[in-house]
């Protein structure tokens, strides 16, 4: 295992190579072979902790020959190695060890099995060192994981659970059959197995993690059911398959109300309720499961703020940003957030938009009705406090000093930039949360008059002269062509960047049809389309890096939200050119489509170069495969 190195600059842990298996709010991040330690992110992480650093399984004190690694849905994954020590004189290994991993929600378990070929019987001894470490999640994530004093208990009688605590955190181990001790910071598992010619044996062991603390328990509702495949493409089947499964390994649920799920936004950072993430990945999943999108705006609802904060920038009707159990510091950002954070300027319109949506697709009215207060909070927000600096528009500003600098999507301290790299200064106006604003309060007044409620027409007079504003004030002509800019800036001034985020104005209403065409065929320049998806700033901008978080690379999840809105818009051709490239890009990536990937195009890399960093599996990564299934079905002649 490596040791953090305190003389290095610290670094965020790369996660393109590791395996994960997960089953919110619990995962597992190892190396091919199984064993946890060689690798900054690697562990065992229940909530926002890494309960256990290391875990390195030997045989007769030696590592396995590794070759193999069969992940079977999000939650288990099977190891294959050789014990050529054991083999007899032929030359094929005849004697293998296959790791069966498989993770519940705050349980892992561990299976070993030597499977023998060998006409005679052998006897070999198993160890495994596991390492307590307790670190929190954004150490981790910072590079500065510290591990924390612990202590081993063991209780009384045979192959009884031994219990590693550290303060109100603790796991127990069980081990049926194995010497359990510990040794130099470590717990150390011992089986001396034996196994018949040509048999096999197996023994176990598995982890149960605990944390009081925790603000999130996992879903316990079935899985979906299989979905009918569509055999005119199998990769949309294979991506849907896995992207299913993850959605299915991401739901979470608040305590309070364990009925009502959402999908965590991702791992292994996000394991928790966000409110644009799970708004978004309920809203491109909604063709396939309904009922999320219900039970998340029924969560939303509740955390719905009622008072002016400053310190967590809460307002009265706006949906939050975050839920932990603890603030979350980034020392390297200067960012320091309250365990319930507002500071999102997308997610109170968002929510409107979903209900709307899953008012259209069959959720109960009585479900419905039940949610018109808080959507008539919603609404008063979008319509009210959204303007803070009160130039017309819905606008951020961190007002803390140590909040999120950006508070749309692209929420990285350099997302906002002029086409010649400079960075605009705040309050900012996004161009995409306009396009939200004006969508929320029309189908908000569409669903105030359906279920006979009143406020439908000031709502809609209020969309228009947004609508008339936008037009006024967005659009800038730069020598890529004529498009709405990505941000009004604190002068009110267009920030000039061709970027991703006119995809979402896409089927808002927001556009006439003759801008929806001009924005959709500029999303499908060799400028803005990678072949693998859309990126998020054009390569004709200063600050475009292929490898930038939001200034170059390609999020899938950004990328299907403009290939949803060109289906909403009418555009199918221009839709299904957008689906190709992503499903080249899953492809490339073996179905499970990461949080984000590199910009690089397709025309110069036969597959996606991964971000590194990127998570996996990200809830709206997901998703985005049901949306392009669905906009596949809306393409066909009826």
Not at 318 to 342: D, M, Q
Not at 427 to 442: F, M, N, S, T
Request: overall charge negative; proline content about 7%; glycine content about 10%.
């Amino acid at each position: 295992m490596t040791e953090h190195d305190p003389s290095a600059a610290p670094l965020q842990p790369l996660l393109h190579e590791s395996i994960i298996a997960l089953r919110a709010p619990t995962q597992v991040w190892s190396g091919a072979s199984g064993d946890l330690g060689h690798a900054e992110i690697h562990g065992v992480y229940h909530g926002d902790l890494r309960h256990v650093r290391g875990a390195v399984l030997t045989c007769d004190g030696a590592s396995p020959e590794w070759i193999s690694v069969s992940p079977d849905g999000p939650s288990r994954v099977i190891f294959g190695g050789l014990l050529r020590a054991l083999d007899d004189h032929w030359p094929d290994p005849k004697v293998r060890l296959l790791r069966e991993r498989e993770v519940a929600a705050g349980t892992v378990g561990e299976t070993f099995t030597v499977v023998s070929h060998v006409g005679n019987a052998i006897d070999l001894t198993l160890r495994l060192r596991v390492v307590p470490e307790f670190a929190p999640m954004q150490e981790v994530k910072a590079g500065t994981p510290t591990g924390r004093v612990w202590e081993a208990i063991r209780a009384a009688g045979v192959d009884a659970p031994f219990t590693v605590a550290s303060g109100i955190h603790s796991f127990s181990v069980s081990a049926p059959e194995a010497d359990v001790r510990v040794d130099d910071g470590a717990i150390l598992l011992s089986w001396d197995v034996h196994v018949d010619g040509r048999a096999s044996a197996s023994v176990a062991w598995a982890l149960t993690l605990d944390d009081p603390s925790l603000v999130v328990q996992g879903g316990a509702s079935a899985a979906m059911a299989p979905r009918r495949r569509d055999h005119r493409d199998p990769r949309i089947d294979r991506w849907l398959d896995v992207a299913l499964g993850d959605l299915d390994a991401l739901r979470l649920a608040l305590p309070d109300h364990p009925e009502d799920e959402f999908y965590a936004a991702g791992a292994p950072w996000f394991f928790t309720l966000f409110g644009r993430d799970s708004l978004w990945a309920a809203r491109l999943a909604l063709p396939v499961d309904v009922g999320m999108a219900a039970s998340t705006l029924r969560v939303l609802a509740r955390l719905q703020g009622d008072r002016v904060d400053v310190e967590t920038a809460q307002q009265p009707g706006k949906i939050p940003h975050e839920l932990r159990s603890a603030p979350l510091a980034l020392p390297g950002e200067n960012v320091l957030l309250p365990p319930l954070y507002y500071g999102t300027v997308d997610a109170t319109p968002l929510w409107v938009c979903l209900l709307a949506d899953a008012f259209e697709a069959g959720i109960p009215r009585a479900e419905v009705e039940a949610l018109v207060p808080a959507l008539r909070r919603a609404l008063a927000w979008i319509t009210d406090h959204g303007d803070g600096s009160g130039h017309g528009f819905i606008d951020y500003i961190d007002e803390t000093g140590h909040g999120l600098a950006n508070q749309g999507w692209k929420d990285s301290g350099d997302s906002i930039q002029w086409r010649d790299g400079s960075l605009a200064r705040g309050p900012i106006a996004l161009c995409e949360v306009q396009g939200y604003a004006y969508e929320a309060a029309r189908r908000g007044a569409d669903l105030l008059d359906a279920l006979g409620e009143r406020g439908g027409d000031e709502l809609r007079f209020w969309a228009a002269a947004l609508r008339e504003r936008f037009r006024a004030a967005y659009w800038v002509t730069t020598p890529e062509g004529r498009y709405p800019a990505v941000a009004l800036d604190a002068d009110r001034r267009p920030v000039d960047t061709l970027t991703s985020n006119i995809g979402h104005l896409l089927g808002t209403g927001i556009l006439d049809p003759e801008e929806e065409r001009e924005v959709a065929a500029l999303l499908l320049t060799p400028a803005m389309s990678s072949g693998f998806g859309i990126r998020t700033m054009s390569t004709g901008a200063e600050g475009y890096w292929p490898l930038s978080y939001h200034g170059g690379s390609v999020w899938p999840h950004d990328t299907a939200i403009a290939m949803h809105g060109m289906s909403r818009a009418g555009l199918h051709a221009e839709a299904l050119q957008v689906v190709e490239g992503l499903l080249a890009a899953a492809e490339g990536f073996g179905f499970r489509v990461p949080e984000l990937f590199s910009g690089d195009s397709a025309a110069e890399t036969s597959t996606p170069i991964p971000y590194p960093a990127a998570c996996r599996p990200q809830a709206w990564s997901a998703a985005a495969a049901v949306a392009c299934a669905e906009a596949v079905r809306l393409s066909r002649p009826s």
